[in-house]
């Protein structure tokens, strides 16, 4: 029997039907569409991935399943490798064309894409890839960069198709459940609910309501769960575009010029730009897909890789260092999936400094809590908060000072380590400087109700800028600097980024 044409539209990262590029261009062409998503039992056991992302995606799917069955076909699912999925699909169907977007992922899923298409090379079977928001496949000179990425930020949004012609004879399969024992790597809290709706619902509360007062509580954790946009796991996982928001953000701008607009000017341009600096970031790794496992500077790439303390890991996952504020932001960040990004820099920064962990493992951890777990920014943020890049300033953060500055009174601690819920506000900070008669008074005893400080900060750091500093003077460090700056670096700091390439801040 004469097997019907199909055109495959291969969802992956993208999970919604507007502004999505290759279910509009094969739309256009008069054969069916097979809107597929594949759940790679592989893809679940990588040391990046966790249950969590999971709980999202197939909130998103849920939600992409009903939407493209109103177009008139639904989401077909499938569970195991890709190929071996669209080998099975081509033994009934001919496979005329495979349309995805370009992705920017870990190793695991570029090799996959390789041998994807590969393999519809050797079937002749087009493959189609669509550019992601602003990420430029192949880019030859990276100061053309910005200018291309604006240009695409300006287009009119991918309209959505009218509908879709029912494909007969194949069955829709099941969206696995939230709790399928595929996802390893459990968490124990809350997931931030996914789908298109939601990333609808999110934007627009933050830009009518939410973000008033953004930049001001932005470092704040505790408060910044409510003031931030909260739409990274929606930009991760697809269910909304860059350009989408950007276009909601010019709205609102317009509406300011009629002064009818709550939101502050400059909350809405800060927040356009960490939408450039999130294309900026995965940029990096689309250029470099090396950068995942080895340092942008490779004179780095040996400085933490011996005698990695497993203790210390597992005290800075579990927020059982001894420094409150630390202990806090890990704790809510495992419970909640999120934490702001001043905190992220942080526990990099303690992790990395402190306790001299290698970023390379502390980095699973993080991108396992993380529901907006995106490689790109994950990569390159975990890179420049270790000092590993050769071409960015080399921020150390200090926990006490940080504590101070942004949990004054202790709240935000005393929320989330309970051991230190009597420890009067004078001590909450530093713990450790508590005299005895307070300890017994509170019944809290420091080393054994919750323990001492890990390590000691200052010599911690003192020795880490000796390490550091070694690397600045060695032989050629500045010829590599200026070629890492050459591929990866942001032109918008040309003369900053290049004196700064060496210099320590302690914040
Ligand atoms: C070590 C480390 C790891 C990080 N890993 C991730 C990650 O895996 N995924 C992720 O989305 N963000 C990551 N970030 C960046 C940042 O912390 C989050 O994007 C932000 O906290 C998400 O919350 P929001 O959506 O409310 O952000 P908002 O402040 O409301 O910003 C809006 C959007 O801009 C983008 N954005 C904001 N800050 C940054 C930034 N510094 N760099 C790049 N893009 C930014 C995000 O897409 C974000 O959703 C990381 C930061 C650090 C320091």
């Given at each position: ?8 539209v291969w969802f992956k990262r993208d999970l919604r039907i507007t502004d999505h590029k290759p279910l509009f ?201 409510k003031t931030c946009s909260r739409i990274s796991p929606h930009l991760t996982w697809g269910t909304i575009t ?227 500093s070694s690397i600045f003077k060695k032989n050629g460090y500045r010829n590599k600097s200026t070629m890492v ?23």
């Open positions: 029997m004469k097997k019907s044409k199909i055109q495959i261009e094969a739309s256009k062409i008069s054969i069916p569409i097979l809107p597929l998503y594949v759940v790679e039992n592989e893809y679940w056991q990588q040391s990046f991935s966790n249950r969590r992302h999971w709980c999202f995606i197939h909130d998103s799917l849920m939600e992409l399943r009903k939407e493209l069955k109103k177009l008139g076909q639904s989401l077909i699912i499938r569970q195991g490798s890709v190929k071996d999925i669209f080998s099975e699909l081509a033994v009934n169907f001919n496979i005329i064309s495979i349309y995805a977007h370009e992705e920017t992922g870990n190793m695991w899923t570029y090799n996959r894409d390789k041998c994807v298409k590969n393999w519809c090379d050797q079937k002749q079977i087009s493959f189609k890839e669509f550019p992601t928001n602003g990420i430029v496949r192949c880019l030859k000179n990276r100061d053309d960069w910005s200018k291309i990425r604006n240009l695409r930020m300006k287009e009119d949004l991918t309209p959505k198709p009218h509908s879709l012609t029912p494909i007969e004879g194949i069955r829709d399969g099941l969206i696995p459940k939230k709790n399928n024992p595929i996802f390893k790597n459990d968490f124990i809290g809350k997931v931030q609910k996914g789908g298109r709706d939601e990333a609808l619902k999110i934007i627009n509360s933050f830009l009518n309501d939410r973000g008033k007062n953004y930049l001001y509580n932005i470092s704040k954790p505790g408060i910044s769960e860059s350009k989408e928001i950007i276009k909601l953000l010019n709205l609102e701008k317009d509406k300011l010029k009629q002064n009818k607009l709550k939101l502050l000017n400059k909350n809405l341009n800060a927040i356009k730009s960490r939408l450039s600096w999130r294309c900026h970031f995965i940029q990096k790794l689309e250029s470099q897909p090396t950068i995942e496992t080895s340092c942008m500077h490779p004179f780095y790439d040996e400085l933490r890789k011996e005698n990695f303390n497993h203790e210390y890991y597992e005290a800075w996952k579990k927020g059982l260092t001894g420094y409150p504020f630390i202990d806090a932001c890990m704790r809510s960040l495992n419970f909640n999936g999120w934490i702001t990004f001043r905190m992220r820099a942080m526990l990099v920064s303690f992790a990395s400094y402190d306790l001299w962990l290698d970023w390379r493992i502390t980095g699973h951890h993080l991108a396992q809590t993380f529901t907006d777990y995106e490689p790109g920014i994950h990569y390159s943020q975990l890179q420049m908060q270790s000092g590993v890049t050769g071409i960015n300033t080399l921020r150390i953060y200090n926990p006490i000072k940080q504590s101070m500055d942004h949990d004054k009174n202790g709240k935000f601690i005393k929320k989330w380590v309970g051991e230190l819920r009597q420890v009067p506000e004078a001590w909450i900070h530093e713990p450790w400087k508590m005299d005895l008669k307070t300890q017994e008074n509170i019944n809290c005893f420091i080393g054994t109700d919750y323990p001492e400080p890990i390590v000691n900060h200052t010599i911690a750091i003192k020795n880490a800028k000796t390490k550091i700056f050459k591929k990866l670096g942001s032109r918008t700091k040309t003369k900053s980024t290049k004196t700064k390439s060496s210099q320590l801040q302690l914040i």
